[in-house]
């Protein structure tokens, strides 16, 4: 099971000391939430900060693409750094040149499905797929509650992919061993881990949850 801390709950006049933080504390890659105000009503960051991040740690970035249009800007993020790279099916016009695009470019692709999207919508695309991103919140903030009847979609998609799953929003040690029974691998968690100040403390609750399960 992959940790992955979301910047979007860090302390941003402080990044690198929270991604160094976060990367001591044994998290396994750093998920990037980009949101254009217009696929989502929130603002966040670009290219620019990837690129910012990308010179301060090695470890992978997982950049979470909310935005109208991705097609236009992959390139930028991987140029930026980007290793992988998510769209959301309901964004995009042409979702396998997409898709296709970001393997030619070398990063891992992703896609993501809204709540309310089933998550039948991306069974045409599963062998263009490196990972799947079920959203468990509506897209846009962090620190929202987590929706358990999203693990249904992770529940469905399971035997059908072998690729990675991944599941954001409102996850915690908590509810992460539901995550896991429900077929995830990668848990990405926003404020349950910049939330508190030691955040080896939560990576290794986390730990302590996948070591029960396993
Ligand atoms: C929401 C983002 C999430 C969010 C997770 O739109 O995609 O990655 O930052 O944060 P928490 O864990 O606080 O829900
Ligand atoms: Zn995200």
Redesign the pocket.
């Known amino acids: 099971i992959l940790i992955a801390p979301?910047l979007?709950?860090a302390d941003f006049s402080r990044l690198a000391e929270e991604i160094h933080d976060v990367e001591r504390a044994g998290c396994d890659l750093l998920?990037v939430?980009v949101?254009d105000g217009h696929f989502?009503p929130n603002l966040t960051i670009g290219p620019c900060v990837v690129s910012a991040v990308r010179k301060v740690t090695r470890l992978p970035l997982d950049v979470?693409l909310?935005i109208d249009n991705p097609v236009k800007y992959i390139a930028e993020f991987r140029k930026a750094g980007a290793d992988w790279i998510t769209i959301h099916v309901e964004a995009e016009k042409d979702v396998r040149k997409t898709l296709d695009e970001i393997r030619r470019l070398g990063a891992k692709a992703g896609i993501s499905v809204r709540p309310k999207t089933p998550i039948q919508e991306i069974f045409p695309y599963l062998d263009a797929l490196d990972l799947v991103l079920v959203?468990s919140?509506?897209?846009?903030?962090?620190?929202?509650s987590f929706m358990p009847d999203m693990m249904e979609k992770a529940k469905t998609l399971r035997p059908r992919f072998s690729g990675l799953i991944s599941v954001?929003?409102?996850?915690d040690p908590k509810n992460a061993a539901q995550v896991i029974g429900a077929g995830a691998d990668v848990l990405?968690?926003?404020?349950?881990v910049f939330?508190k100040k030691d955040r080896a403390q939560v990576i290794a609750e986390f730990r302590e949850v996948t070591k029960k399960i396993s």
């Open positions: 979301s979007l709950s998920h939430d949101m989502v979470h909310m959203m919140v509506e897209p846009g903030f962090g620190g929202q954001d929003g409102g996850i990405v968690a926003g404020s349950a939330g």
